[in-house]
Protein backbone atom coordinates (compact mmCIF):
# COMPACT_ATOMS: atom_id res chain seq x y z
CA UNK A 1 0.00 0.00 0.00
CA UNK A 2 1.18 3.56 -0.76
CA UNK A 3 1.48 5.41 1.66
CA UNK A 4 2.79 9.60 1.83
CA UNK A 5 3.41 12.00 3.72
CA UNK A 6 3.76 15.60 4.33
CA UNK A 7 6.13 16.73 6.67
CA UNK A 8 6.33 20.27 7.51
CA UNK A 9 8.25 22.39 10.00
CA UNK A 10 5.30 24.11 12.33
CA UNK A 11 8.01 27.10 12.32
CA UNK A 12 5.75 29.50 9.72
CA UNK A 13 2.71 29.81 7.80
CA UNK A 14 2.58 27.44 5.06
CA UNK A 15 2.76 28.94 1.68
CA UNK A 16 1.50 27.91 -1.68
CA UNK A 17 4.89 25.99 -2.19
CA UNK A 18 4.43 23.80 1.20
CA UNK A 19 0.76 23.78 -0.02
CA UNK A 20 1.61 22.74 -3.18
CA UNK A 21 3.83 19.55 -1.98
CA UNK A 22 0.77 18.36 0.17
CA UNK A 23 -1.37 18.44 -2.32
CA UNK A 24 0.65 15.99 -4.45
CA UNK A 25 1.59 13.42 -1.33
CA UNK A 26 -2.30 13.41 -0.65
CA UNK A 27 -3.21 13.48 -4.52
CA UNK A 28 -0.70 10.16 -5.12
CA UNK A 29 -2.27 8.28 -1.56
CA UNK A 30 -5.52 9.31 -2.47
CA UNK A 31 -5.16 7.66 -6.62
CA UNK A 32 -3.35 4.49 -5.47
CA UNK A 33 -6.00 3.60 -2.66
CA UNK A 34 -2.79 4.24 -0.18
CA UNK A 35 -2.87 6.30 3.55
CA UNK A 36 -1.54 10.37 3.75
CA UNK A 37 0.23 11.19 6.91
CA UNK A 38 0.83 14.55 8.42
CA UNK A 39 3.86 14.48 10.33
CA UNK A 40 4.97 17.32 12.29
CA UNK A 41 8.64 18.27 11.90
CA UNK A 42 8.84 19.96 14.86
CA UNK A 43 12.72 18.53 16.28
CA UNK A 44 13.99 22.51 16.64
CA UNK A 45 11.77 23.40 19.69
CA UNK A 46 12.98 26.99 19.87
CA UNK A 47 11.67 28.16 16.63
CA UNK A 48 8.43 25.49 16.52
CA UNK A 49 5.27 27.34 17.87
CA UNK A 50 1.70 25.34 18.45
CA UNK A 51 -0.22 28.45 16.78
CA UNK A 52 2.24 27.11 13.18
CA UNK A 53 0.66 23.52 14.19
CA UNK A 54 -2.93 24.54 14.47
CA UNK A 55 -2.22 26.77 11.79
CA UNK A 56 -1.60 23.79 9.41
CA UNK A 57 -3.66 21.40 10.21
CA UNK A 58 -6.94 24.10 9.69
CA UNK A 59 -4.94 25.09 5.97
CA UNK A 60 -5.32 21.29 4.99
CA UNK A 61 -8.84 20.88 6.00
CA UNK A 62 -9.57 24.22 4.41
CA UNK A 63 -8.23 22.71 1.12
CA UNK A 64 -10.18 19.68 1.73
CA UNK A 65 -6.89 17.49 2.20
CA UNK A 66 -7.70 15.11 5.05
CA UNK A 67 -4.82 12.94 6.63
CA UNK A 68 -4.85 9.06 8.06
CA UNK A 69 -2.55 10.38 10.85
CA UNK A 70 -1.02 12.59 12.23
CA UNK A 71 2.62 12.23 14.05
CA UNK A 72 4.83 14.39 15.70
CA UNK A 73 8.57 14.34 15.66
CA UNK A 74 9.03 16.31 19.43
CA UNK A 75 7.11 12.71 20.60
CA UNK A 76 10.03 10.46 18.90
CA UNK A 77 13.14 11.81 20.73
CA UNK A 78 13.60 8.22 22.46
CA UNK A 79 13.50 6.35 19.01
CA UNK A 80 15.71 8.69 17.75
CA UNK A 81 18.36 8.20 20.61
CA UNK A 82 18.14 4.81 19.65
CA UNK A 83 18.41 4.35 16.26
CA UNK A 84 20.91 6.77 16.78
CA UNK A 85 23.10 4.47 19.29
CA UNK A 86 22.63 1.81 16.79
CA UNK A 87 23.99 3.74 14.45
CA UNK A 88 26.87 4.64 16.53
CA UNK A 89 27.78 1.60 17.33
CA UNK A 90 27.76 0.13 13.79
CA UNK A 91 30.49 2.97 13.09
CA UNK A 92 27.95 5.21 10.61
CA UNK A 93 28.36 8.00 13.20
CA UNK A 94 31.47 10.09 14.91
CA UNK A 95 32.03 12.84 17.05
CA UNK A 96 33.06 16.34 15.53
CA UNK A 97 34.83 18.90 17.45
CA UNK A 98 35.81 21.37 14.86
CA UNK A 99 33.50 25.13 15.32
CA UNK A 100 32.00 26.70 13.09
CA UNK A 101 35.08 29.03 12.35
CA UNK A 102 37.48 25.75 12.29
CA UNK A 103 35.02 25.00 9.58
CA UNK A 104 34.82 27.95 7.82
CA UNK A 105 38.23 27.66 7.42
CA UNK A 106 39.02 24.46 5.91
CA UNK A 107 36.21 24.92 3.18
CA UNK A 108 38.16 28.41 2.13
CA UNK A 109 41.23 26.59 1.84
CA UNK A 110 39.69 23.93 -0.31
CA UNK A 111 37.99 26.41 -2.53
CA UNK A 112 41.02 28.79 -2.34
CA UNK A 113 42.85 25.79 -4.05
CA UNK A 114 40.41 24.96 -6.58
CA UNK A 115 38.51 21.99 -4.79
CA UNK A 116 35.21 21.18 -3.73
CA UNK A 117 34.64 22.07 0.13
CA UNK A 118 34.25 18.34 1.31
CA UNK A 119 34.41 17.73 5.08
CA UNK A 120 37.87 16.19 5.50
CA UNK A 121 36.63 13.88 8.29
CA UNK A 122 39.65 14.80 10.30
CA UNK A 123 37.61 13.87 13.35
CA UNK A 124 37.01 10.01 12.53
CA UNK A 125 40.58 9.81 12.69
CA UNK A 126 41.18 11.60 15.85
CA UNK A 127 42.83 9.42 18.44
CA UNK A 128 40.96 8.22 21.52
CA UNK A 129 43.22 10.41 23.67
CA UNK A 130 43.00 13.42 21.45
CA UNK A 131 38.89 13.19 21.84
CA UNK A 132 39.51 12.66 25.56
CA UNK A 133 41.68 15.82 25.71
CA UNK A 134 39.21 18.38 23.69
CA UNK A 135 36.52 16.71 25.94
CA UNK A 136 38.25 17.67 28.87
CA UNK A 137 39.05 21.00 27.77
CA UNK A 138 35.49 21.40 27.45
CA UNK A 139 34.85 20.97 23.95
CA UNK A 140 31.51 18.89 23.00
CA UNK A 141 31.06 17.18 19.94
CA UNK A 142 28.59 17.52 17.00
CA UNK A 143 27.76 14.44 15.32
CA UNK A 144 28.24 13.19 11.43
CA UNK A 145 27.02 11.02 9.65
CA UNK A 146 29.66 8.75 7.89
CA UNK A 147 28.50 7.90 4.41
CA UNK A 148 29.86 5.01 2.95
CA UNK A 149 32.25 6.09 -0.35
CA UNK A 150 32.16 2.62 -1.64
CA UNK A 151 28.33 2.59 -2.28
CA UNK A 152 27.60 4.78 -5.34
CA UNK A 153 24.20 6.84 -4.56
CA UNK A 154 21.39 6.05 -7.08
CA UNK A 155 17.80 6.25 -7.08
CA UNK A 156 15.28 6.37 -10.00
CA UNK A 157 12.56 9.43 -9.14
CA UNK A 158 9.46 10.10 -9.90
CA UNK A 159 9.75 13.03 -11.87
CA UNK A 160 13.77 13.16 -12.47
CA UNK A 161 14.13 10.05 -13.49
CA UNK A 162 17.81 8.51 -12.82
CA UNK A 163 19.61 9.99 -10.36
CA UNK A 164 23.22 9.55 -9.49
CA UNK A 165 25.44 10.95 -6.40
CA UNK A 166 29.27 9.85 -5.56
CA UNK A 167 29.44 9.64 -1.84
CA UNK A 168 33.07 10.50 -1.85
CA UNK A 169 32.72 13.78 -3.05
CA UNK A 170 30.13 14.63 -0.23
CA UNK A 171 30.75 15.85 2.81
CA UNK A 172 29.74 13.46 5.89
CA UNK A 173 26.23 15.34 6.86
CA UNK A 174 25.45 16.71 10.56
CA UNK A 175 22.91 15.11 11.79
CA UNK A 176 23.43 15.98 15.58
CA UNK A 177 24.03 19.47 17.53
CA UNK A 178 26.12 20.03 20.31
CA UNK A 179 23.33 20.54 22.32
CA UNK A 180 22.39 16.91 21.33
CA UNK A 181 19.44 18.34 19.08
CA UNK A 182 18.57 16.80 15.94
CA UNK A 183 19.23 18.13 12.47
CA UNK A 184 16.72 17.18 10.06
CA UNK A 185 18.33 14.32 7.94
CA UNK A 186 18.20 11.56 10.44
CA UNK A 187 14.75 11.53 12.03
CA UNK A 188 12.98 11.62 9.02
CA UNK A 189 14.73 8.82 7.38
CA UNK A 190 13.77 6.85 11.33
CA UNK A 191 10.00 8.51 10.72
CA UNK A 192 9.96 7.29 7.27
CA UNK A 193 11.24 4.11 7.78
CA UNK A 194 9.04 3.32 11.04
CA UNK A 195 5.69 5.26 9.41
CA UNK A 196 6.11 2.57 6.44
CA UNK A 197 6.25 5.44 3.97
CA UNK A 198 6.46 4.62 0.14
CA UNK A 199 6.50 7.33 -1.29
CA UNK A 200 8.22 10.82 -0.50
CA UNK A 201 6.99 13.77 -2.66
CA UNK A 202 8.97 17.14 -1.79
CA UNK A 203 10.95 19.98 -3.80
CA UNK A 204 13.77 19.75 -5.67
CA UNK A 205 15.97 21.80 -3.23
CA UNK A 206 15.37 18.22 -1.09
CA UNK A 207 17.92 16.30 -3.84
CA UNK A 208 21.06 16.56 -2.21
CA UNK A 209 19.31 14.81 0.94
CA UNK A 210 17.84 12.08 -0.66
CA UNK A 211 21.32 11.22 -1.46
CA UNK A 212 22.46 10.64 2.07
CA UNK A 213 19.44 9.90 3.31
CA UNK A 214 19.78 6.72 1.29
CA UNK A 215 22.65 5.74 2.48
CA UNK A 216 21.34 6.23 5.94
CA UNK A 217 17.94 4.09 5.23
CA UNK A 218 20.43 1.23 4.01
CA UNK A 219 22.63 1.86 7.52
CA UNK A 220 19.38 1.05 9.12
CA UNK A 221 18.79 -1.83 7.50
CA UNK A 222 15.52 -0.45 5.39
CA UNK A 223 15.16 -0.44 1.67
CA UNK A 224 14.39 3.57 0.78
CA UNK A 225 11.24 4.72 -0.05
CA UNK A 226 10.81 6.25 -3.75
CA UNK A 227 11.48 9.28 -4.04
CA UNK A 228 9.34 12.24 -6.44
CA UNK A 229 11.22 15.65 -6.63
CA UNK A 230 9.02 18.07 -8.01
CA UNK A 231 10.59 21.54 -9.46
CA UNK A 232 10.17 24.58 -7.78
CA UNK A 233 6.93 26.96 -7.93
CA UNK A 234 8.36 30.69 -9.16
CA UNK A 235 5.61 33.92 -9.92
CA UNK A 236 4.52 34.49 -12.81
CA UNK A 237 7.34 37.10 -13.90
CA UNK A 238 9.56 33.72 -13.66
CA UNK A 239 11.60 34.10 -10.61
CA UNK A 240 11.40 32.82 -7.13
CA UNK A 241 9.85 36.34 -5.52
CA UNK A 242 9.37 36.74 -1.80
CA UNK A 243 5.94 37.97 -1.98
CA UNK A 244 4.98 34.07 -3.62
CA UNK A 245 7.30 32.55 -0.59
CA UNK A 246 5.32 34.44 1.94
CA UNK A 247 1.71 33.71 0.54
CA UNK A 248 -0.56 31.95 2.39
CA UNK A 249 -4.62 30.54 3.06
CA UNK A 250 -5.36 33.53 4.77
CA UNK A 251 -4.22 35.76 1.44
CA UNK A 252 -6.42 33.59 -0.70
CA UNK A 253 -9.40 33.42 1.49
CA UNK A 254 -9.15 37.10 1.87
CA UNK A 255 -9.05 37.28 -2.24
CA UNK A 256 -11.96 35.32 -2.12
CA UNK A 257 -10.41 32.09 -3.51
CA UNK A 258 -12.04 29.04 -3.17
CA UNK A 259 -10.19 25.87 -1.77
CA UNK A 260 -11.19 23.96 -5.20
CA UNK A 261 -9.58 26.60 -7.24
CA UNK A 262 -6.45 26.35 -5.40
CA UNK A 263 -6.23 22.59 -5.85
CA UNK A 264 -7.03 23.04 -9.33
CA UNK A 265 -4.00 24.94 -10.30
CA UNK A 266 -1.84 23.63 -7.60
CA UNK A 267 -2.42 20.13 -8.43
CA UNK A 268 -1.89 20.76 -12.35
CA UNK A 269 0.56 23.99 -12.85
CA UNK A 270 3.95 22.57 -13.91
CA UNK A 271 2.45 19.49 -15.30
CA UNK A 272 1.86 18.57 -19.10
CA UNK A 273 -2.25 18.02 -18.18
CA UNK A 274 -4.17 21.48 -18.50
CA UNK A 275 -5.06 23.92 -15.42
CA UNK A 276 -9.11 22.90 -15.46
CA UNK A 277 -11.95 24.06 -13.55
CA UNK A 278 -12.35 20.40 -12.04
CA UNK A 279 -13.98 21.06 -8.35
CA UNK A 280 -13.45 17.64 -7.49
CA UNK A 281 -10.05 16.82 -5.62
CA UNK A 282 -10.32 13.22 -6.32
CA UNK A 283 -11.00 13.57 -9.88
CA UNK A 284 -8.08 15.43 -10.15
CA UNK A 285 -5.98 13.25 -8.15
CA UNK A 286 -7.22 10.03 -10.48
CA UNK A 287 -5.21 11.61 -13.30
CA UNK A 288 -2.20 12.34 -11.45
CA UNK A 289 1.12 11.13 -13.11
CA UNK A 290 4.29 11.95 -12.41
CA UNK A 291 5.50 11.16 -15.88
CA UNK A 292 3.69 14.61 -17.31
CA UNK A 293 5.30 16.26 -14.23
CA UNK A 294 8.14 18.59 -16.23
CA UNK A 295 11.52 19.80 -14.74
CA UNK A 296 11.08 23.27 -15.39
CA UNK A 297 9.75 25.82 -12.54
CA UNK A 298 5.89 25.42 -12.13
CA UNK A 299 4.87 28.97 -12.89
CA UNK A 300 2.34 30.15 -10.46
CA UNK A 301 -0.25 33.25 -11.88
CA UNK A 302 -2.29 34.72 -9.44
CA UNK A 303 -4.62 35.84 -12.06
CA UNK A 304 -4.82 32.55 -13.42
CA UNK A 305 -5.76 31.48 -10.16
CA UNK A 306 -8.79 34.29 -10.13
CA UNK A 307 -9.66 32.91 -13.77
CA UNK A 308 -9.97 29.90 -12.11
CA UNK A 309 -11.30 30.71 -9.44
CA UNK A 310 -14.46 32.39 -11.21
CA UNK A 311 -15.12 28.91 -12.99
CA UNK A 312 -15.20 26.95 -9.93
CA UNK A 313 -17.56 29.64 -8.70
CA UNK A 314 -20.17 28.71 -11.54
CA UNK A 315 -20.14 25.37 -10.62
CA UNK A 316 -21.03 25.55 -7.07
CA UNK A 317 -23.68 24.09 -5.84
CA UNK A 318 -26.41 26.29 -3.34
CA UNK A 319 -25.43 23.84 -0.69
CA UNK A 320 -22.20 24.74 -0.73
CA UNK A 321 -22.41 28.33 -0.45
CA UNK A 322 -25.40 28.66 1.62
CA UNK A 323 -23.89 29.52 4.69
CA UNK A 324 -21.63 32.12 3.02
CA UNK A 325 -24.96 33.84 1.36
CA UNK A 326 -26.93 37.58 2.39
CA UNK A 327 -29.47 36.32 4.92
CA UNK A 328 -32.54 35.56 2.78
CA UNK A 329 -30.88 35.03 -0.37
CA UNK A 330 -31.90 31.28 -2.01
CA UNK A 331 -31.21 28.66 -3.97
CA UNK A 332 -33.16 29.88 -7.00
CA UNK A 333 -31.09 33.82 -6.48
CA UNK A 334 -28.15 31.78 -5.99
CA UNK A 335 -28.23 30.04 -9.24
CA UNK A 336 -29.28 33.47 -11.14
CA UNK A 337 -26.70 35.03 -10.01
CA UNK A 338 -23.77 32.81 -9.66
CA UNK A 339 -22.81 33.53 -13.54
CA UNK A 340 -21.79 36.45 -12.95
CA UNK A 341 -19.67 36.12 -10.26
CA UNK A 342 -16.24 35.90 -9.63
CA UNK A 343 -16.07 35.39 -6.18
CA UNK A 344 -18.99 33.93 -3.45
CA UNK A 345 -18.69 37.49 -2.19
CA UNK A 346 -19.87 39.55 -5.34
CA UNK A 347 -23.11 37.51 -4.68
CA UNK A 348 -24.47 39.84 -2.13
CA UNK A 349 -23.78 42.85 -4.68
CA UNK A 350 -26.68 41.08 -6.59
CA UNK A 351 -28.33 40.73 -3.47
CA UNK A 352 -28.56 44.00 -2.80
CA UNK A 353 -29.45 44.84 -6.31
CA UNK A 354 -32.45 42.62 -5.95
CA UNK A 355 -33.69 43.32 -2.54
CA UNK A 356 -33.19 47.48 -3.42
CA UNK A 357 -33.07 50.03 -3.38
CA UNK A 358 -31.13 50.62 -6.77
CA UNK A 359 -29.44 53.55 -7.83
CA UNK A 360 -29.70 54.07 -11.62
CA UNK A 361 -27.77 57.19 -13.62
CA UNK A 362 -29.87 59.35 -14.91
CA UNK A 363 -32.74 57.99 -16.95
CA UNK A 364 -34.58 61.02 -17.49
CA UNK A 365 -34.39 60.10 -21.77
CA UNK A 366 -36.34 56.96 -21.41
CA UNK A 367 -38.85 58.14 -19.15
CA UNK A 368 -41.55 57.59 -21.67
CA UNK A 369 -40.70 54.61 -22.49
CA UNK A 370 -40.47 53.65 -18.80
CA UNK A 371 -43.82 54.76 -17.99
CA UNK A 372 -45.38 52.12 -20.50
CA UNK A 373 -42.83 49.39 -19.18
CA UNK A 374 -44.09 50.23 -15.83
CA UNK A 375 -47.87 49.99 -17.11
CA UNK A 376 -47.35 46.64 -18.84
CA UNK A 377 -45.24 45.68 -15.62
CA UNK A 378 -48.86 45.77 -13.52
CA UNK A 379 -50.68 44.16 -16.11
CA UNK A 380 -48.43 40.81 -17.39
CA UNK A 381 -49.05 37.54 -16.02
CA UNK A 382 -46.06 37.68 -12.98
CA UNK A 383 -46.36 33.64 -12.37
CA UNK A 384 -44.99 32.48 -15.58
CA UNK A 385 -41.80 34.20 -16.91
CA UNK A 386 -42.44 37.65 -16.26
CA UNK A 387 -39.63 39.43 -18.34
CA UNK A 388 -40.91 37.66 -21.69
CA UNK A 389 -44.40 38.46 -20.88
CA UNK A 390 -42.93 42.07 -20.31
CA UNK A 391 -40.31 42.40 -23.40
CA UNK A 392 -42.81 40.69 -25.61
CA UNK A 393 -45.47 43.36 -24.77
CA UNK A 394 -43.73 46.72 -24.50
CA UNK A 395 -41.97 45.45 -28.28
CA UNK A 396 -45.81 45.69 -29.60
CA UNK A 397 -46.45 48.40 -28.08
CA UNK A 398 -43.15 50.40 -28.59
CA UNK A 399 -41.72 48.79 -31.94
CA UNK A 400 -38.50 48.82 -30.42
CA UNK A 401 -36.03 46.09 -29.99
CA UNK A 402 -32.84 44.66 -29.61
CA UNK A 403 -30.61 47.11 -27.10
CA UNK A 404 -33.05 49.84 -27.17
CA UNK A 405 -35.96 47.52 -25.85
CA UNK A 406 -34.08 46.11 -23.42
CA UNK A 407 -31.24 48.17 -21.91
CA UNK A 408 -33.08 51.16 -20.18
CA UNK A 409 -35.75 48.30 -18.71
CA UNK A 410 -32.20 46.47 -17.39
CA UNK A 411 -30.35 49.93 -15.88
CA UNK A 412 -34.05 51.00 -14.13
CA UNK A 413 -34.55 47.50 -12.86
CA UNK A 414 -30.73 46.87 -11.64
CA UNK A 415 -28.86 50.29 -11.75
CA UNK A 416 -26.35 48.52 -14.44
CA UNK A 417 -25.75 48.10 -18.15
CA UNK A 418 -24.87 43.99 -17.74
CA UNK A 419 -25.44 41.45 -15.14
CA UNK A 420 -27.85 37.95 -14.67
CA UNK A 421 -30.35 37.46 -17.39
CA UNK A 422 -33.05 39.13 -16.91
CA UNK A 423 -35.40 36.41 -17.15
CA UNK A 424 -33.78 34.92 -14.28
CA UNK A 425 -33.71 38.28 -11.98
CA UNK A 426 -36.76 39.60 -12.48
CA UNK A 427 -38.78 36.98 -10.82
CA UNK A 428 -36.95 37.64 -7.71
CA UNK A 429 -37.33 41.46 -7.89
CA UNK A 430 -40.88 40.84 -8.01
CA UNK A 431 -43.89 42.70 -9.19
CA UNK A 432 -43.54 45.56 -6.73
CA UNK A 433 -40.33 45.87 -6.49
CA UNK A 434 -40.12 45.88 -10.56
CA UNK A 435 -43.13 48.69 -10.89
CA UNK A 436 -41.73 50.82 -8.41
CA UNK A 437 -38.12 51.06 -10.06
CA UNK A 438 -39.69 51.44 -13.65
CA UNK A 439 -42.05 54.04 -12.21
CA UNK A 440 -39.13 56.10 -10.60
N1 LIG B 1 10.44 19.33 7.37
C1 LIG B 1 11.07 19.19 6.09
C2 LIG B 1 10.77 20.42 5.26
O1 LIG B 1 9.80 21.10 5.55
C3 LIG B 1 10.53 17.94 5.42
C4 LIG B 1 11.17 17.59 4.16
C5 LIG B 1 10.70 16.22 3.70
O2 LIG B 1 9.63 16.15 3.10
O3 LIG B 1 11.38 15.25 3.98
O4 LIG B 1 11.50 20.76 4.37
Same mark, same amino acid.
Request: cysteine-free; proline content about 6%; overall charge negative.
Given at each position: ?VI???A???T ?13 N???A???GG???L ?10 REE ?8 L?WL?L?Y ?9 F???E? +?F %?A??E? $???? &? /????P?E @????R??LL?R???P?Y???A ?11 E??G ?11 D ?11 E ?9 DP?IR ?8 L ?6 D ?19 ? +?? %?M??A? $???? &? /???H??? @?T?S ?6 R??S ?25 S?P??PE ?8 TMD ?5 RA ?5 E ?5 L?A??V?Q ?5 V ?10 EAW????P ?5 R?S???W????G??E??DL???N ?5 AA?VA???D ?8 L ?8 GRK?RAL???L?RA??G?D ?8 L ?8 I ?5
Amino acid at each position: MVITRFAPSPTGHMHVGNLRTALHNWMWARKQGGRFLLRIDDTDAERSREEFVDGIRADLDWLGLGYDGEERQSARFDRYEA +QF %QALREA $GRVY &P /AYETPQE @LDLKRKVLLGRGLPPVYDRAALHLTDDARAALEAGGRRPHWRFRLNHDAPIGWTDHIRGEQRFDPSRMSDPVIRREDGSWLYLLPSVIDDIDMGITDVVRGEDHVSNTAV +QI %QMFEAL $GATP &P /AFAHEAL @LTGSEGKLSKRLGSLGIAHFREAGIEPQALVALLARIGTSDPVEPEPDAGRLAATMDFARFGRAPARFDESELATLNAKIVHQLPYDRVADRLPSGMGGEAWETVRPNLSTVRESADWWRIIEGPVETGDLSEENEYLEIAAEVASEIDWSDDPWHALTGALKERTGRKGRALFLPLRRALTGLDHGPDMAALLPLIGRERAIERLSA
